[in-house]
């Protein structure tokens, strides 16, 4: 299959001319917000001679380079992609002259769930031609005629800095279970086998010398971890042990001496710590991070030496622990300069060039080029430059209490210069098990700049606070978690923040199911709520197969869809209608495999027919969340309009 038949628009760009950004003119609109980055993705060639970023018009997609050292250089478009049903995801540099891009597209082969496949491509931006590695790929299943194509193609497992043609990539032929590791030449797409496939190993994973080391399986329940001190051993299982039943410990990450690993464990506390476990004595060792209140996040390394410089964890924001001090010295000096929450994103192979990141929550994403050897850094770009000069929203954390005395964190961001009785947006995360952390977020400065308060519960069940309040949350969809969230905006109520009259509820995928229970559970409290991707119906999503894959897992965290179908039905929005009293507003991408579009198309044609005030949108193209932009500002766009109509002053018409 060519490329062209995939409809992949990639061609060079004969002039490439960049308007400056016109001086807004009141509010700012939805698009300063969510609009695609107009730069993202800087990376540098491994000499670090030369830059390539991507450039965004629209949903039309460029590549483009230029010299590194002279800040006043050109950029130079090298290819172009506007096919709607195809983004690029990443692009980095193989070699001084082939760059790889990542993109994501509908999966043609899906059936059932509908879920998103992906393809690698090779750029020369000398040349200006872009190949699809994979295109000779495709593999026949058993039993069917028809050919079946990899679906996943561009997991990159090690670039092999030293091999300029090759590099490792994870490999999931339909034909097999489990995960290969493949050998990939980036100038002809063919591959060589390196580690085969095994039921027994869900995932890879490959050290810094490019050694197929350990081996991961997480289905079902059951987590087990094989490993070997080298590339060439027999692997051993290390660990095994069910989700959720005992302390099991899980990979973290390869440390510098191969006889050693880095293994996730539990605290007595029950927090998550890191610790290395030494392959020949079998045994844990020295514990590198544990924290009483929080979780271990994850590990930052030096891409380059492969050198484990720090643990990164949340507490309000995130934190680093340092175990290297040269790391604690150079990002102290770029915090110093640059300021935000900073992240080291790529360097060349003699790390004198360095690409440096920075955000804060009342800073969006910017991009820096850094030379060790002066010890100079300066901007390249914001992702969202028009939001430079804009008066945006500093997050608090606070904690309250919920109604069974157990303290739960939360997030509040007040519009500017406003503090009492404020009309709020209930921002609820999805997961459930994920949290907020005090970050750049453009949905909470988009409603702050419209005049709401953002107000964002990390309810029990969230991640990060350990395993007793993760816990706390299984098997409490719309009965504790949806009281957490209650009882905070009750608690804002009684600390005069927020008016009782003006309050909406909204969120996306599992904050969507949060947003249309509070409306079923507490319809006084709500004046207005919104949902996106989220589920209705909780027995819908158990009890059918084809849209639903992981019952196993979430038997003990959601429910059975048959031993607790009565319990599941009263916590479900869609058996609930008659009791909402707000008007919803719903929106879902047609192409969702995680949670399927029949889920918010019920619920509004449930609404309808109670004759309850509702209003649908459905978004062609879009999977579980947005990846064009004209629908993203299309969504957000009418989000807010929904809010300013349904939260207006009693005494004030709605604009």
């Known amino acids: 299959?060519?490329?062209?038949?995939?409809?992949?628009?990639?061609?060079?760009?004969?002039?490439?001319?960049?308007?400056?950004?016109?001086?807004?003119?009141?509010?700012?609109?939805?698009?300063?917000?969510?609009?695609?980055?107009?730069?993202?993705?800087?990376?540098?060639?491994?000499?670090?001679?030369?830059?390539?970023?991507?450039?965004?018009?629209?949903?039309?997609?460029?590549?483009?380079?230029?010299?590194?050292?002279?800040?006043?250089?050109?950029?130079?478009?090298?290819?172009?992609?506007?096919?709607?049903?195809?983004?690029?995801?990443?692009?980095?540099?193989?070699?001084?002259?082939?760059?790889?891009?990542?993109?994501?597209?509908?999966?043609?082969?899906?059936?059932?769930?509908?879920?998103?496949?992906?393809?690698?491509?090779?750029?020369?931006?000398?040349?200006?031609?872009?190949?699809?590695?994979?295109?000779?790929?495709?593999?026949?299943?058993?039993?069917?005629?028809?050919?079946?194509?990899?679906?996943?193609?561009?997991?990159?497992?090690?670039?092999?800095?030293?091999?300029?043609?090759?590099?490792?990539?994870?490999?999931?032929?339909?034909?097999?279970?489990?995960?290969?590791?493949?050998?990939?030449?980036?100038?002809?797409?063919?591959?060589?086998?390196?580690?085969?496939?095994?039921?027994?190993?869900?995932?890879?994973?490959?050290?810094?010398?490019?050694?197929?080391?350990?081996?991961?399986?997480?289905?079902?329940?059951?987590?087990?971890?094989?490993?070997?001190?080298?590339?060439?051993?027999?692997?051993?299982?290390?660990?095994?042990?069910?989700?959720?039943?005992?302390?099991?410990?899980?990979?973290?990450?390869?440390?510098?001496?191969?006889?050693?690993?880095?293994?996730?464990?539990?605290?007595?506390?029950?927090?998550?710590?890191?610790?290395?476990?030494?392959?020949?004595?079998?045994?844990?060792?020295?514990?590198?991070?544990?924290?009483?209140?929080?979780?271990?996040?994850?590990?930052?390394?030096?891409?380059?030496?492969?050198?484990?410089?720090?643990?990164?964890?949340?507490?309000?924001?995130?934190?680093?622990?340092?175990?290297?001090?040269?790391?604690?010295?150079?990002?102290?000096?770029?915090?110093?300069?640059?300021?935000?929450?900073?992240?080291?994103?790529?360097?060349?192979?003699?790390?004198?060039?360095?690409?440096?990141?920075?955000?804060?929550?009342t800073r969006p994403t910017s991009h820096h080029l850094y030379d060790r050897s002066k010890r100079e850094a300066h901007e390249l770009f914001s992702e969202h430059p028009q939001l430079s000069a804009a008066p945006l929203s500093a997050w608090s954390a606070l904690r309250y209490p919920a109604r069974d005395g157990a303290e739960i964190p939360a997030y509040l961001a007040l519009p500017p210069g406003a503090e009492r009785r404020l009309p709020v947006i209930v921002l609820v995360h999805g997961g459930p098990s994920l949290r907020v952390v005090r970050a750049w977020d453009p949905e909470v400065q988009f409603f702050a700049s419209r005049g709401f308060a953002v107000f964002q519960p990390n309810f029990r069940g969230s991640d990060g606070y350990g395993q007793a309040f993760r816990e706390a949350g299984y098997r409490q969809w719309g009965l504790a978690m949806q009281d957490d969230v209650t009882d905070g905006v009750r608690w804002l109520i009684e600390q005069g923040i927020a008016d009782p009259q003006r309050i909406g509820i909204y969120g996306a995928s599992y904050g969507g199911y949060a947003a249309l229970m509070g409306l079923v559970k507490t319809p006084e409290l709500f004046r207005a709520g919104a949902s996106y991707a989220g589920i209705a119906s909780i027995p819908l999503m158990l009890a059918d197969d084809e849209w639903y894959m992981f019952d196993e897992y979430n038997k003990p965290t959601v429910g059975g869809g048959w031993d607790d179908r009565e319990r599941l039905a009263e916590t479900s929005p869609l058996e609930s209608v008659g009791r909402i009293s707000a008007p919803v507003l719903l929106g879902h991408g047609e192409n969702d495999p995680s949670v399927h579009v029949k889920q918010s198309q019920k619920m509004a044609e449930a609404l309808r027919e109670a004759g309850k005030t509702v209003e649908y949108l459905e978004f062609e193209h879009e999977a579980h969340g947005f990846l064009l932009e004209a629908n993203r500002i299309r969504w957000y766009e009418r989000l807010a309009a929904f809010f300013a109509e349904h939260l207006a002053p009693p005494e004030a018409p709605a604009p």
Not at 107 to 128: E, H, I, K, W, Y
Not at 239 to 252: I, M, P, T
Not at 316 to 334: P, V
């Open 1 to 361: 299959m060519a490329a062209t038949q995939l409809g992949v628009a990639l061609a060079l760009l004969a002039a490439f001319a960049f308007g400056a950004a016109a001086e807004p003119v009141g509010p700012l609109p939805a698009s300063a917000f969510f609009a695609n980055p107009t730069f993202s993705s800087p990376r540098l060639s491994p000499d670090g001679k030369r830059l390539a970023v991507l450039h965004a018009r629209g949903d039309l997609q460029v590549v483009l380079v230029r010299a590194t050292g002279d800040p006043s250089a050109h950029w130079t478009p090298a290819a172009k992609l506007e096919d709607p049903e195809l983004r690029f995801s990443w692009l980095e540099w193989k070699s001084a002259r082939c760059i790889l891009l990542g993109a994501e597209m509908r999966n043609p082969d899906s059936v059932g769930v509908r879920s998103r496949a992906s393809r690698l491509f090779a750029l020369d931006p000398d040349q200006r031609t872009v190949t699809w590695l994979g295109h000779a790929w495709p593999t026949k299943q058993a039993g069917m005629r028809s050919e079946v194509e990899v679906q996943i193609q561009d997991r990159v497992l090690h670039w092999l800095p030293a091999d300029p043609q090759h590099v490792l990539i994870a490999y999931r032929d339909p034909t097999e279970q489990g995960e290969s590791v493949r050998q990939l030449n980036v100038e002809s797409g063919s591959l060589s086998l390196v580690k085969g496939a095994t039921r027994d190993v869900f995932e890879w994973k490959v050290d810094h010398e490019g050694r197929v080391r350990a081996g991961e399986d997480y289905r079902l329940r059951r987590y087990s971890l094989w490993a070997r001190p080298d590339g060439e051993s027999d692997f051993e299982k290390i660990q095994e042990h069910d989700f959720f039943e005992g302390n099991g410990a899980s990979f973290a990450g390869f440390a510098e001496q191969p006889h050693e690993l880095y293994l996730f464990r539990r605290s007595e506390g029950g927090r998550a710590t890191i610790a290395r476990w030494d392959l020949v004595k079998r045994a844990f060792g020295a514990t590198l991070f544990s924290h009483a209140q929080f979780d271990a996040g994850w590990l930052e390394r030096d891409e380059v030496t492969g050198k484990t410089l720090a643990v990164v964890y949340a507490t309000d924001g995130l934190s680093r622990h340092f175990l290297d001090e040269e790391a604690k010295r150079e990002y102290a000096a770029l915090e110093k300069v640059i300021g935000g929450w900073i992240t080291i994103e790529d360097q060349s192979l003699d790390r004198r060039f360095v690409i440096v990141s920075a955000s804060s929550d």
